[in-house]
């Protein structure tokens, strides 16, 4: 059984940043595929980052401001967000996929963005 494992959320006001950590338990395969989701109130899920073969892709919205990378001996993903908007504010998920095209997804975490 695999599970993702999402830290580092919580509140921040807007320029401040924050740090999150995806990191993946149980018997996982290689993975070829990496990315961060947010979903706000009443909006669909959209893709924020991801990192795949050593190439990134950012949403126009968050580039320059946040950065992906990951630690392949953990098995984890990491978002820096920096610079933060009130529009931030939302739900992230974290989602990998494996050779073989498995996906899994993180419970969310909390980023509110508020002064």
């Known amino acids: 059984q695999v599970h993702l494992v999402e830290s580092g959320g919580g509140l921040v006001q807007p320029g401040g940043s924050l740090r999150l950590a995806c990191a993946a338990s149980g018997s996982i395969g290689i993975l070829r595929y990496m990315g961060w989701y947010r979903q706000a109130p009443g909006k669909q899920r959209e893709l924020v980052a991801a990192i795949s073969a ?32 009130p529009e931030d504010t939302a739900v992230y998920y974290c989602n990998f996929q494996d050779l073989l095209f498995a996906t899994y997804w993180g419970q969310g975490t909390q980023v509110t963005v508020s002064s």
């Open 54 to 85: 050593g190439t990134t892709n950012y949403a126009d919205s968050v580039k320059g401001r946040f950065t992906i990378s990951r630690d392949n001996a953990k098995n984890t993903v990491y978002l820096q967000m920096d610079s933060l908007k």
